[in-house]
Structure formats: structure tokens, C-alpha cells
């Protein structure tokens, strides 16, 4: 896995405008399929993939918190919702909360979440490849294919299984 995440960054990079061309290609002539295969590819990949050995997402960029989010974690940590906030969390220049610092202070050092049960909807969404209406997200999955290893092979599967 550390071999795979240290390369990441770069084939990621060398596979941007390819993968960009793809989606603006996928965004104009949706496949009515997609959402399926999407699915079936998160599923087969995540069969294989064991997050606990790499929590990049965790160590590399930080979830945004919903109000829903603060108010379920806050709850499981025994604080109210504003103490939480001090102690964990800034507001964005989207005007959104995200955590003060990565890598994610929820972390331990077996990459596990301290919060699993209740972690934020980013969190358990992550990285969003089974998404319904995939293709409205492919800015944000272009970003996490130099995040995730997973991401970057449910994209390059995609290519593969739905060439345009």
C-alpha cells in the first residue's frame, strides 16, 4: 500500500487531462447504465481494498461537518455541540465547518476512526464513487483519484468497462 500511495500523487497527475476529457465526455452523452456500473466497480474494488491500511483520506484532507454531523458527534463524545466546534472545528471559505487540522484528530495510530460509528457523512460517503447521477461529481472525484487509491482504480476500471 505505501509503494501504491507514494506513486499516487504522480499517476494521478500524469492521468488528469485524460480523465478530464473522459468526464466532460461522460457529463455530455450520460450512459444510462452508469449509476449500475458505478456501483458494481465501488463494490468489486472495495471487496479488495482495506482502508485500514491506508486512511490517506484521513491523514491528507479533512470532511466537511453537517449541522446533523456535529450535533451526532458532539452527542457520542459527551459535548455540546458549540465545544465541539471550538475544539475541533474552523469555518471554511466556503462557510462550511471542517476540522482545524489533518491529519484527522479522530485517527488513531492504526489508522481506525475514534468516531466510526458516528463519523460525518463525508466520511461514510467517501470517495463518493457509488454516488447516483455519478457524473455531477467527476470535479470532486478528480480530486480523490490522487487521494484514494480505490477512486483512482474504480476510474480506471470505468475507462475500461465504458469507453466513450
Keep these: 500500500m505505501k509503494h501504491i ?5 504522480k499517476e494521478a497527475k ?5 480523465n478530464k476529457k473522459y468526464f466532460d465526455k461522460l457529463k455530455k452523452k450520460t450512459p444510462k447504465n ?3 456500473v458505478m456501483q458494481d466497480l465501488h463494490d468489486a474494488e472495495f471487496k479488495k481494498t ?12 479533512g470532511p466537511l461537518f453537517t449541522d446533523a454531523d456535529i450535533e451526532r458527534v458532539s452527542k457520542y463524545l459527551r459535548q455540546k455541540p458549540q465545544q465541539f466546534i471550538e475544539q475541533h472545528l474552523r469555518i471554511d471559505e466556503d462557510r462550511d465547518y471542517v476540522l482545524q487540522s489533518v491529519p484527522c484528530t479522530f485517527l488513531d495510530n492504526e489508522n481506525a476512526c475514534m468516531i ?3 463519523r460525518p457523512k463525508a466520511c461514510r460517503e467517501f470517495p463518493h464513487t457509488d454516488r447516483k447521477k455519478f457524473q455531477q ?12 487509491p480505490a477512486a483512482f482504480n474504480i476510474v480506471e476500471e470505468m475507462k475500461k468497462k465504458m469507453p466513450l
Design 116 to 118: 466510526y460509528d458516528v
Design 50 to 61: 482495506d482502508c485500514l491500511k491506508c486512511a490517506n483520506c484521513c491523514k491528507t484532507t
Design 137 to 148: 461529481i467527476t470535479d470532486l472525484t478528480l480530486k480523490n483519484v490522487a487521494i484514494c
Design 5 to 9: 500511495l507514494n506513486n499516487l500523487p
Design 34 to 36: 452508469l449509476d449500475y
Design 14 to 18: 500524469d492521468k488528469h487531462i485524460e
